[in-house]
């Protein structure tokens, strides 16, 4: 089961660039441990220069964003791998909410299944949201409500957006993805009967 | 009687294979094959002991080595500490799943894209899930195949479905006539170029058209493969005569009377003529030349003998991140990108590690060598293709041109296997991602096709291929 997600309210960072991919999200190298610290691989190739210190330019270690909940960011963000380290990382972090311009598929999947919300702004709203997030540097936070599928910034300002109404309920509720599934056990046992009989060299490989 | 709908190959797949419609609207699809590999297998693993599940179908579940494994002769598991334990979770958690492992010592050990076909564990009209975005290679064969993350994977293993939205369809169709010397990693480079790499975002991509059928089989699983590039959920083609050769005899493979029910059945895998597609792009190919990366996403793509283009170029909105593309690579727009001089040659990867791929790149490298400050590797892209390589002498041709005769891993496609080039270095790679960071920190790769790469790593210098296959110095 998946934290439930209802109504999240932190600060919002911009990290507004296009095509951001998983390895500089998480590089690959952090996923060779049994227990790899995704906080600390969170962005590092941006975050850390080769020494390991801090890049003091990288929008995200700005001391106003450090501990942003929601990450606002360009077009197809996660695009690359479908390692799911990539969104560890985020919760690891504490971000909750992504508002991005688009998403890649197997990253948006990813999200969905660890509780961290996906938001594709309705309409031409999203020049005027990242402004709004520049703007605000940080000062005050922003309100992403998924029962209302609204986010709100300071003075009021509220930014609609749609979503899939199956995976709205999955977030709210908390997922339990496979018990879902196994409520369909008898109509998997029967379609392994059929397809036995029919095209057996999909059910059994021959040793 | 009314005529059924015209299918799309897809969808016969598809339809074929969903078990059921769940409450929320997501549909059951039942897969075929499943197949995970060391980095994700320990944690999903432990995840489904935790909730007290267990493996629906381990007999139809295969794990195997490839991402973090050593390639260097002589490996073991301790070559590279830092894979070590997820290594030795996997060999364990295998066991007690019962599990077949294609271990490091398995003379059939492989990059999972590579083993699932030449086994034949892979079919036509078979779906397949591997908990990796590269999973749609097989797709070459006629499969439908998705990639996905950990969580996803444990619901597959426990259930033997997915729960899936029905994806959108995108039939993409390469036509004209390749040249000599211009390979499925051009054409496919070149329509990612065209396309951007949002271009296909999750639609299942049907390749068609005469560029496709003219490309051999192996050629085609690098242009599924790259469709992941272009963001595709799946990528699949038609199987036609020439795969039903290829697959006949692999050891998964049914046999037989049952391979005779399973090829008239295979034969009628292909959209009908009047199926309809969500969107239908097409893609010329006449004319292509040899084509090579000069950024840092695999769209960034020209053919060799044309300059780093202009930022005044760009798509709109794209051009900081082509400056800053430009910037990592430490390119000048106008510039040629012939000449550039590299540190490195990879071959290897899902996409390129194929024997095809290593017949290509040898095709160049017979009677010349490797220029001295090159460092040059090429790691087979399973141990199977390891040994008919040798079995035709190709590890002579390598070795003798100064490349290093590797065994089977990811190796330098995501730095995974120790083998990793040092910041600023300027490597030509036959893998799939240029990103930044990917190969090393601050490392710059430049893909292209195996024949290139290894026409690359004789010249010191990125340079065209194709004189060279004429026996041009």
């Known amino acids: 089961m998946t934290q439930p997600f209802t109504i999240v309210t932190g600060i919002a960072a911009p990290l507004l660039l296009d095509d951001v991919n998983t390895d500089q999200i998480t590089p690959a190298q952090a996923s060779r441990s049994l227990h790899p610290d995704y906080a600390a691989a969170w962005f590092s190739r941006w975050r850390l220069d080769a020494q390991g210190n801090a890049v003091p330019d990288f929008v995200l270690n700005k001391p106003h964003y450090r501990d942003a909940a929601i990450l606002v960011t360009g077009e197809n963000f996660g695009c690359g791998s479908a390692r799911e380290g990539a969104v560890w990382a985020m919760v690891a972090r504490g971000i909750r909410c992504i508002v991005a311009r688009s998403f890649a598929d197997f990253y948006r999947a990813n999200c969905i299944q660890n509780g961290v919300l996906p938001v594709v702004l309705a309409g031409d709203a999203m020049p005027r949201f990242e402004t709004l997030v520049q703007d605000v540097a940080g000062r005050a936070p922003f309100t992403v409500d998924l029962q209302a599928q609204r986010v709100t910034g300071p003075g009021d300002q509220h930014f609609g957006f749609a979503i899939d109404a199956a995976e709205r309920t999955l977030l709210l509720e908390g997922l339990d993805d496979i018990g879902l599934s196994l409520k369909h056990k008898t109509e998997i046992d029967r379609w392994e009967r059929k397809t036995a009989s029919e095209q057996p060299w999909l059910q059994a490989i021959p040793s | 009687m009314t005529e059924p709908m015209p299918a799309t190959l897809f969808s016969k797949i598809w339809d074929a294979h969903v078990v059921a419609q769940r409450g929320d609207g997501k549909f059951l699809v039942y897969m075929d094959r499943n197949m995970l590999d060391e980095v994700r297998a320990p944690h999903v693993f432990a995840r489904i002991e935790q909730q007290g599940l267990r493996l629906r179908r381990p007999d139809l579940t295969f794990a195997v080595q490839d991402h973090s494994v050593a390639t260097r002769p002589g490996r073991n598991d301790t070559t590279r500490p830092d894979s070590t334990d997820i290594i030795r979770a996997t060999r364990q958690a295998a066991h007690t799943h019962g599990v077949r492992l294609f271990d490091l010592d398995d003379p059939e050990q492989g990059i999972s894209h590579v083993v699932a076909p030449e086994l034949g564990m892979v079919l036509p009209g078979a779906t397949h899930a591997c908990a990796d975005s590269h999973a749609a290679t097989v797709g070459a064969l006629g499969a439908l195949a998705f990639g996905c993350g950990s969580t996803e994977l444990e619901h ?51 390749l068609t058209g005469s560029a496709v059928a003219a490309i051999p089989v192996e050629g085609r699983f690098t242009l599924c493969n790259m469709c992941t590039e272009m963001g595709a959920r799946s990528a699949l083609s038609a199987p036609d005569d020439a795969v039903f050769q290829w697959l006949a005899g692999r050891r998964m493979a049914p046999r037989g009377a049952a391979w005779d029910q399973a090829l008239a059945r295979w034969r009628t895998l292909r959209s009908d003529d009047d199926a309809i597609f969500d969107t239908e792009l097409d893609v010329d190919c006449a004319g292509l030349e040899p084509q090579v990366t000069w950024g840092t996403d695999p769209s960034q793509s020209i053919g060799i003998s044309a300059p780093v283009p202009d930022i005044g170029t760009a798509p709109p909105g794209r051009e900081a991140a082509w400056r800053r593309a430009l910037d990592y690579m430490a390119l000048t727009q106008g510039a040629p990108i012939a000449g550039m001089p590299i540190n490195r040659a990879f071959i290897g990867s899902c996409t390129n590690a194929r024997l095809t791929d290593l017949e290509s790149a040898a095709a160049v490298l017979r009677g010349r060598k490797v220029a001295p400050q090159v460092h040059a590797i090429v790691v087979p892209g399973s141990m199977t293709v390891r040994r008919e390589a040798e079995a035709c002498g190709l590890d002579q041709v390598f070795k003798a041109a100064g490349f290093e005769w590797h065994e089977s891993g990811c190796s330098m496609c995501a730095g995974g296997s120790g083998a990793r080039a040092n910041p600023g270095e300027r490597i030509m790679s036959t893998s799939n991602r240029n990103f930044e960071g990917r190969q090393g920190r601050d490392v710059r790769t430049h893909l292209a096709s195996p024949a290139m790469v290894a026409a690359a790593a004789i010249a010191g210098r990125i340079v065209d291929v194709r004189p060279m296959l004429e026996g041009r110095p």
């Open chain 2, 156 to 206: 597959i293993l426990t259930t033997q479905t997915m729960a899936l939205a029905r994806p959108a369809t995108l039939r993409l169709t390469l036509h004209g006539r390749l040249d000599h010397g211009v390979t499925a990693k051009d054409v496919i480079l070149h329509a990612i170029a065209r396309l951007g790499v949002d271009g296909a975002r999750g639609a299942v991509v049907e």
